[in-house]
């Protein structure tokens, strides 16, 4: 089975608008983190938000939340007002195992997000 | 602070050519992972060290492949001899050791070999 399951290859939402961006994955480890990247056409690899499987609140930085549903298995990103220069490749990623040394991260697929002015 | 630093950005090589891509983590980070990103495969892990040991080498894909680093401020990617189908984007990422510290990523170097 996959580790880390997004399921929309492609977005197209408008301007200022709010987008969800989907992302399941599958664990039997009770301590793991879920980070979220961005990388737009220029290539580069962008860290935007992180959830431990312990934390008690919705990850939040700026303009971009985690929808953390931790018996759904789901760890949404949601990002409000969207701004046309969030126009990119968006990987939820899943590192498994506590303060062990298992730094090992596991990228799904992408969702390719398309802002319209 | 300066992020992770890879050079060539650029390689384009012939196919029996050996092949060194060079990484410089963020100081301080103890952490140093290389990966490689395709439109088939998406982006995989090849290998990652901890304060300069290699702990897990197990997406290597093949004897072809070897990574080293001498010091916690260096490390290469090696190919030889190199393949078309080694063709890709492999990147360099660093992180410091607390376990919520995210993997920082470089430009990444874009290899081609014809």
């Known amino acids: 089975a996959q580790k880390i399951t997004q399921t929309q290859p492609g977005m197209f939402v408008q301007e200022k608008e709010a987008v969800t961006l989907d992302c399941t994955y599958d664990t039997s480890d009770p301590s793991y983190g879920l980070f979220w990247y961005k990388q737009p056409s220029s290539g580069e690899m962008i860290f935007l938000i992180y959830q431990g499987s312990y934390d008690q609140q919705n990850a939040t930085e700026g303009r971009y939340s985690l929808n953390f549903q931790k018996a759904r298995k789901s760890a949404n990103l949601v990002i409000s007002a969207s701004q046309l220069g969030d126009s990119a490749m968006y990987f939820c990623a899943m590192r498994e195992g506590g303060a062990d040394g298992n730094e090992k991260l596991t990228f799904g697929t992408g969702t390719r997000l398309t802002i319209i002015p | 602070d300066a992020g992770v630093i890879q050079s060539p950005r650029h390689e384009v090589t012939e196919m029996g050519q050996e092949v060194t891509l060079r990484c410089k983590p963020i100081?301080?980070?103890?952490?140093l992972f290389w990966y490689r990103q395709t439109m088939m495969r998406g982006l995989e892990l090849l290998i990652y060290f901890n304060n300069n040991v290699p702990i897990d080498d197990s997406g290597m894909p093949e004897d072809r492949f070897s990574a080293k680093m001498p010091n916690a401020s260096f490390s290469t990617l090696k190919i030889q001899p190199s393949e078309p189908r080694d063709s890709a984007v492999y990147f360099c990422?660093?992180?410091?050791?607390?376990?919520?510290?995210?993997?920082?990523f470089g430009d990444g170097t874009r290899l081609s070999i014809l």
């Open positions: 990422a660093s992180s410091g050791t607390v376990g919520n510290q995210p993997q920082h």
């Open positions: 100081s301080g980070h103890d952490y």
